[in-house]
């Protein structure tokens, strides 16, 4: 029993010391098998067998998660910043922040976020491209400029990385493999979750601005000399865009058209079934072709293409490491006799599997400071059991893969995230001017969504 107890201290230590570090800027892929190994040290003593649980639990688990996540990471790296070396990026954002109009701002930048995320550009690129949009327009309406950061978070954090079907964020790609469903899962559920964090995140933040500007605080100019981009030095608004209509268009034809009608009797002999893979499939060929496209249609604005597919393969390989390491990590938690307790105390809180799957994955979210991270920990030890539960229920699985995306996007933004830090830094804005307003909208809003798809999914809302 002392082993049992000394063993959850050992699990809720690395976890507490995972969220420290990486917060003081410890690299995960450093940090998550130190820590994974120290709490199978304390949890088993000297019958931890270290090396074997590193190289047979911990690397397993990683190279399981590469090998079923790197082509999404990568086509979405490469695919991001073809769209922002060509300019496309700005040009969608300039068209947007045109159509709505300086008094408009706040809605143009959201909308503008919305458009590009939506359509699997890096949440990284698009805050580099609408940043100098939203200043111009915020400067011409007087919004004080700490309302950026949150504008560009509700527009790139919430409701088209999480809630609308066929994003092709990873957040919506990792519940593919183990609730066999595709990106277009829960529609409805997750078109009302969308309408609902988008339309309260405007709400909050045109509340807010009026109140600051009641105060007298209005737009403060920068040091920094932001680029001027003119309309005529970008790529035309709709060839900018095709490319996002063609991921969300192909995904949703191939993943709900074609590969039913296929026969997949042959990957039985992989190991597998049509179900488990024709979501990520679908997802790959998507991105394939948007690049294709996004290179004949710019094939003159760049450089030196092959520079931009090596940039954007490089750019790719952090991001899934550091998640694969995270993943890792939790494998060799989830081995461990002592996270029977965990587990049980997890699903322990409630009968129904909505509420116990959210209540994991937005814990394990916040505490790596990672939504994909959080979620794979979560449904890689969890997972069967869920779908047990929601069978027993009567609940689709489509439910269970929209709410796990769902509470991905609540404690996943604390003031940890590598996003938050990127993009306070990218607007030149620090914690203490910002953060709050953050706070609110791709947190607070978030878990209060969830509460509603909860609530919507058990009431049989797909």
Request: aromatic content about 8%; overall charge neutral; hydrophobic content about 50%.
């Amino acid at each position: 029993m002392k082993s049992l107890m000394l063993g959850v201290i050992g699990v809720i230590l690395t976890l507490v010391l995972l969220m420290y570090l990486a917060y003081k800027g410890a690299s995960i892929i450093l940090l998550a098998p130190i820590l994974a190994l120290l709490a199978a040290l304390l949890s088993a003593g000297l019958d931890a067998h270290l090396m074997a649980t590193y190289t047979e639990v911990f690397m397993k688990a990683f190279a399981n998660y590469a090998k079923s996540y790197f082509p999404i990471f990568l086509l979405g790296a490469i695919f991001g910043k073809l769209m922002d070396e060509s300019g496309a990026a700005k040009a969608i954002a300039h068209g947007v922040a045109e159509k709505f109009g300086k008094e408009r701002a706040l809605l143009a930048v959201v909308i503008s976020c919305g458009v590009l995320t939506y359509g699997g550009v890096s949440l990284f690129v698009v805050a580099f491209a609408v940043y100098p949009i939203a200043a111009s327009l915020f400067e011409q309406s007087n919004i004080p400029k700490k309302f950026i950061p949150p504008a560009i978070a509700l527009g790139s954090f919430t409701f088209t990385m999480t809630a609308l079907p066929g994003t092709p964020q990873i957040q919506n790609a990792i519940p593919m493999q183990y609730f066999g469903t595709d990106a277009y899962a829960a529609p409805m559920l997750g078109i009302v979750s969308g309408i609902i964090m988008v339309s309260a995140g405007i709400i909050y933040l045109n509340r807010e601005i009026k109140k600051s500007q009641g105060k007298g605080e209005g737009f403060e100019k920068a040091d920094e000399e932001l680029a001027v981009t003119t309309e005529e030095s970008l790529p035309p608004f709709w060839s900018s865009i095709t490319p996002i209509i063609v991921v969300l268009v192909l995904n949703y034809i191939l993943g709900r058209v074609v590969y039913p009608k296929i026969d997949g009797s042959y990957l039985e002999k992989f190991g597998t079934d049509l179900q488990t893979v024709s979501g990520t499939w679908s997802l790959i060929i998507s991105l394939v072709v948007a690049i294709l496209l996004t290179i004949l249609l710019n094939r003159k604005r760049f450089d030196s293409i092959l520079k931009n597919l090596n940039k954007g393969t490089l750019e790719s390989l952090p991001t899934i490491i550091n998640t694969a390491s995270v993943v890792g990590y939790g494998n060799v938690i989830g081995s461990l006799a002592a996270f029977e307790i965990v587990k049980n105390a997890i699903l322990g809180v409630s009968s129904n599997p909505l509420i116990s799957e959210a209540i994991s994955v937005n814990v394990l979210a916040g505490i790596t400071g990672s939504a994909s991270g959080g979620m794979s920990i979560s449904l890689e030890a969890l997972s069967e059991q869920y779908l047990t539960m929601a069978s027993q229920a009567g609940i689709s699985p489509e439910v269970l893969h929209r709410i796990a995306s769902l509470a991905s996007g609540g404690l996943d933004t604390l003031p940890h995230n590598g996003a938050v830090v990127t993009l306070l830094s990218v607007c030149g804005m620090t914690h203490k001017e910002s953060y709050r307003y953050i706070f609110v909208v791709s947190v607070l809003i978030p878990m209060l969504t969830s509460i509603i798809a909860i609530v919507l999914g058990n009431f049989g809302v797909v």
